[in-house]
Structures are given as C-alpha cells and as structure tokens.
C-alpha cells in the first residue's frame, strides 16, 4: 500500500508542479520516448541477468506491495515455539522431539504456532537445525558455522533481483540520454522547419532525459531499496533461530536461550521481556 502511495506523491508532486508552473502537460505525454527508455531497460534486464536471476524477480516483485511477513507477532511466535521445544528437550530429552521436527504439519507442539507454520522458510530452518541436534553429533561450533554459512546463502540469492533492480534504476537516466540524442537527431535532420516547430521538436527530446531520471530515482531505484529492507527483516529472522538455538546447546536454560534471541531482533519488532514471557505462559 505504501508503494502505491509513494507512487502516487512523486507523480502529483513532479507533474502537479510542472502544470501549477504553467507547463503544458500535452508536451509530456512522448510515448515514443517511453519505448525507447522501457525498451532498453527491458533489453538490458534480459541481457544482464540469466533465467534463474529473472525469475527470482518475478518471484520477488509482487512482495512489495504486502506488508512485512515478519511483524512483532511472528517473532513473538517463533520465539514462544523455540522455548516450548527447548523446554520439552531438557524435560524429556532430545529424541522426544524427533517426531515434531519430522513431521511439523501434524504436531501437536508446532499447531500452536500457525504463524511460523505458514513460514516455509522460517519452519524449514527450525527444523532442520533440530533435526541435526537429534540425529547428529555436531558440536555448536559446527552447527554455528553451517547456520553462518546458510544465512549467507540465504542474503546472497536474496541480493540477486534487488542488485539487478538497482542496476537498472542507475541505467534509466543514462537510456533516458540516448532517448533525447535520438530526439536531437531528429531534430537537427529537419532544421528547414519554422523555429516555432523546431523548439517543439526540441521540447520532446528533453522529455526523454526528464522520463529516464523521474523512473529512476522516482520508480525504480526505490523498489531496490524496499526489497534491500525486506531482506534485513528475513534475515534476522535466521539470525534469533540461530542464536537461541547456540545458546541451548551451550548448556543455557530455555528460558535464557530465548532471550538472546530476543536481543537480536530490530527495536520495532523486539517484544520487552514481560510481554515475550506473557506470551509464552499463554501459549503454554
């Protein structure tokens, strides 16, 4: 929603503007001018990214117009989940969970947690760093490089529409150039015209350069840096697994484990230790 908002502010601002300026808003209207600039742009997108990178795009383009997928309620959730598996673990013993991390869906344990349930990538991360803590002899400096590791995988594929979406944000003004050379070309080749006409003509190739700036800094380039920020979020995510998960296996009670946890998450999604602990006796 904010997208669109956002959107909406650049266009009223910039033609709102220029027509309170006095400007004539038919003399913007040069879809020539946009073909040129989104063709070369789409051109360039095809050329510089392989299948797999455009369709990571695809994938991920629709997202920004959601909410975050990792709201304070989420964390609150994981972290709640987290305890109640590291409680039954020091209760009962490690293998007491084998058949939860096997077959998530139709545990009793996970049903309470809809939220991360409904988390593909959040619930497979859970559950395989449990699974390795059930049927492994890994050690938390082995199981903490492995976890590093992944989440760098993780922010690399993640990296991959939002640095080619950026690119092509940089690449907008310069396509918007060529679009106002081609109209000065145009221009130069019928200077037998009437100055009236050529100031026009002239008129229409600056357009371009003003259409290839306004996508890029109002349009494109902005989508890169909400995706930049859609990554931070997911990542953290990994980052409060990771950490609860070291801290029990370096002899920490659950209840400490899940408060390191919380320590790593943003401010604006960290719950205070009361309302975690609220949280967690509820769910209980």
Do not use: W
């Amino acid at each position: 929603m904010l997208v669109i908002v956002g959107y909406l502010v650049v266009v009223a601002s910039v033609f709102g503007g220029f027509a309170l300026a006095g400007g004539h808003m038919a003399a913007l209207l040069q879809p020539v001018e946009l073909l040129m600039i989104g063709g070369a742009g789409a051109g360039a997108l095809l050329v510089g990214n392989t299948g797999k990178a455009l369709h990571a795009i695809v994938r991920t383009l629709p997202s920004v117009l959601k909410g975050s997928s990792y709201a304070k309620a989420v964390f609150m959730e994981l972290m709640a989940l987290l305890y109640d598996i590291l409680v039954k673990v020091r209760k009962e013993g490690l293998m007491t969970i084998e058949d939860d991390v096997e077959n998530p869906a139709q545990s009793p344990l996970f049903a309470h947690y809809p939220l991360v349930l409904a988390d593909s990538h959040m619930l497979e991360f859970v559950t395989d760093y449990l699974r390795l803590m059930v049927g492994g002899n890994l050690n938390a400096f082995e199981i903490e490089n492995l976890m590093d590791n992944e989440i760098e995988t993780h922010h690399q594929e993640g990296q991959v529409p939002i640095q080619s979406i950026a690119k092509i944000g940089d690449a907008m003004p310069a396509f918007g150039i060529v679009a106002a050379v081609m109209g000065v070309v145009h221009t130069m080749s019928s200077v037998g015209l009437p100055p009236a006409e050529l100031g026009i003509l002239i008129a229409h190739a600056l357009v371009g350069t003003f259409l290839g700036i306004l996508i890029s800094y109002g349009f494109v380039s902005p989508l890169a840096a909400r995706l930049e920020q859609r990554l931070g979020e997911s990542g953290k995510m990994f980052e409060c697994i990771k950490v609860t998960l070291l801290a029990s296996l370096n002899g920490y009670s659950p209840a400490l484990a899940v408060e390191f946890g919380r320590k790593v998450l943003y401010t604006t999604e960290r719950p205070t230790f009361q309302e975690l602990e609220q949280h967690v006796k509820k769910k209980a």
